[in-house]
């Protein structure tokens, strides 16, 4: 399984870019890249997921390199609910096998 | 349907006894999994389900551990002789086969006293 290093945490402003970027770099061909949120006292919550190039849906982007071995998630113009932890993940799926492997996330914080 | 469901959200027990967690997963969701998160820290991964097969499980899962899906569809998490280090929140998610977005429970937060 590929593992992942992101930053510990974070801090931002409201209404800035928040970019979090994943190193990855024993990633595998069928391996896909997936973010996930998680609030406290809540379970994750799955953000967003990308293989390579871009990715972009209503809540965040995905920037995934050529090389594949690292990616970075771009929110845009944060406010304060955005505080949370944000997992990195590399997921292999093929036929029945893969997993989801949590490391310890980066911690986001968001201030007034 | 409503999501994933996890009873019951809250166990306190005494050190040495038994207990014994549920989860009702997203229906004809083929992909079950049980997760142990401490504070600070990010969900640790316990084992998983494909159907009713429990495809993997984690070393750092002890004997005491063990967790079924009979018929593909709710599971089962016992802990047998609860230690205080058992402490945790549990967490349970599923998902379809071949999709990275899995969908969590609220968790069951065992406290061992």
């Known amino acids: 399984l590929a593992k992942t290093t992101q930053p510990i945490s974070m801090d931002s402003y409201e209404g800035q870019e928040v970019n979090i970027t994943c190193s990855h770099n024993n990633i595998a061909t069928n391996d896909y890249i997936t973010w996930y949120q998680q609030f406290p006292s809540q379970g994750p919550r799955f953000i967003i997921q990308g293989y390579k190039t871009k990715v972009t849906n209503e809540v965040a982007s995905l920037f995934i390199p050529a090389d594949r071995k690292s990616s970075t998630l771009s929110l845009p113009r944060v406010s304060l609910s955005d505080t949370a932890v944000y997992y990195c993940l590399v997921v292999a799926f093929v036929g029945s096998q893969g997993n989801l492997i949590f490391g310890k996330g980066t911690k986001l914080s968001v201030k007034p | 349907d409503t999501g994933v469901s996890q009873n019951p959200r809250h166990k306190i027990t005494k050190r040495g006894q038994n207990v014994t967690f549920r989860c009702d997963p997203i229906?004809?969701?083929?992909?079950l999994y049980w997760y142990r998160q401490t504070l600070g820290q990010g969900p640790e991964f316990l084992t998983y389900f494909q159907n009713e097969a429990q495809l993997e499980k984690s070393r750092l899962l002890s004997d005491r551990f063990s967790a079924e899906r009979p018929k593909g569809s709710f599971s089962t998490l016992e802990i047998q002789r609860t230690e205080q280090g058992d402490s945790a929140m549990y967490l349970c998610a599923s998902s379809p086969t071949g999709s990275t977005e899995a969908f969590f429970g609220q968790g069951t937060r065992l406290t061992v006293v």
């Open positions: 229906s004809e969701h083929n992909r």
